[in-house]
């Protein structure tokens, strides 16, 4: 038997603009999790894959590759020279809200990946369970930029851009971040896909808009490595503001980064593909429980928590 898993995760800043080769920078959020558990099942019945919060249980070889995690499984099989359909019941479970910008798709693929190479008394390495989650990855986005396959498989926070190897950032001081849901069910897909058509049609202005991101990205990792906290805040605002230009932000969006700045959040924006899913918001943490209140006042299906610790915590 073997058990692994995966956190969520969130985008700090630079989500879009990532597509187009500017940084980003994403964080895991431990406080949710993807688990996969696997245990051998009688000799010739083949690999069953039971995945509780979608409703799946069904046979290996009766799924199509376009079911991404039939296509992660096959895939991590075939690298380690295993044999196609083993004999195994491989279980998935996730407290990650889906399709709402918290990467639970990857997070049940590499989940899965390590679970994989665990029953087969194998190490992994953040890059290869990063690779191979990024395959099934593209049948969620479409034309993923890979930032998310990468920070759930690095498993803490990252300077992510395309096409080079990420670097793991430590933040200086310790942020606390509330991650509010909107519960408006919102597919990356379709804002990439506006976006990409936007850019088709104004590229000078969708350039310009994309470096203005790749410049606030710049100082956002500045802020969080020397721990500069309140200009951290400034950079979240900043980079909303841009989002918005973009058409990815919205009106139920909106009200909950207004909630949370109201309520004394240092800075607020959505996170991830936009137009619904999830807005962040850092605040100091003797202000989290007010903010928290606030977004829930102004429409938040749930409100998770998290901390991402800092270079000199304990
Ligand atoms: O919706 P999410 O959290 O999976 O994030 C998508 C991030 C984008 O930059 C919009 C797309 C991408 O592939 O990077």
Request: aromatic share 4%; hydrophobic share 45%.
């Amino acid at each position: 038997m073997a058990t692994a898993s995966a956190p969520g995760k969130i985008i700090l800043v630079g989500e879009h603009a990532v597509v187009y080769g500017r940084p980003a920078i994403a964080a895991p959020v431990w406080e949710v999790m993807a688990t996969a558990t696997i245990t051998d099942r009688m000799l010739g019945t083949g690999c069953l894959l039971v995945a509780h919060d979608i409703g799946l249980q069904q046979p290996l070889a009766t799924l199509p590759d376009s079911q991404p995690l039939a296509a992660v499984t096959r895939l991590t099989l075939a690298q380690l020279g295993l044999p196609p359909n083993p004999d195994w019941q491989i279980e998935l479970r996730s407290t990650i809200p889906i399709a709402s910008g918290l990467g639970s798709g990857a997070a049940l693929s590499a989940a899965l990946v390590r679970a994989i190479f665990a029953q087969a008394g194998r190490e992994t390495i953040p890059a290869q369970v990063s690779e191979l989650v990024y395959e099934s990855e593209r049948f969620y986005h479409g034309t993923p930029s890979g930032i998310d396959n990468t920070v759930i498989a690095y498993g803490q926070p990252v300077w992510f851009v395309k096409g080079e190897a990420p670097v793991a950032l430590t933040p200086k001081c310790s942020l606390t971040l509330l991650i509010a849901d909107s519960g408006i069910v919102a597919p990356t897909k379709e804002a990439v896909g506006d976006v990409r058509r936007g850019w088709q049609t104004d590229p000078a202005r969708y350039e310009t808009c994309f470096d203005a991101i790749a410049a606030i990205t710049h100082e956002a990792r500045q802020a969080i490595e020397v721990g500069d906290v309140a200009q951290l805040g400034c950079l979240f605002d900043a980079n909303q503001v841009l989002l918005a230009q973009l058409g990815v932000s919205s009106p139920p969006l909106e009200r909950l980064i207004h909630g949370a700045r109201a309520a004394g959040a240092l800075g607020a924006k959505l996170s991830g593909g936009g137009r619904g899913g999830n807005v962040i918001a850092l605040v100091e943490p003797e202000r989290a429980e007010p903010v928290r209140q606030a977004l829930l006042a102004v429409g938040a299906k749930q409100v998770i928590r998290t901390r991402l610790p800092g270079a000199y915590d304990d």
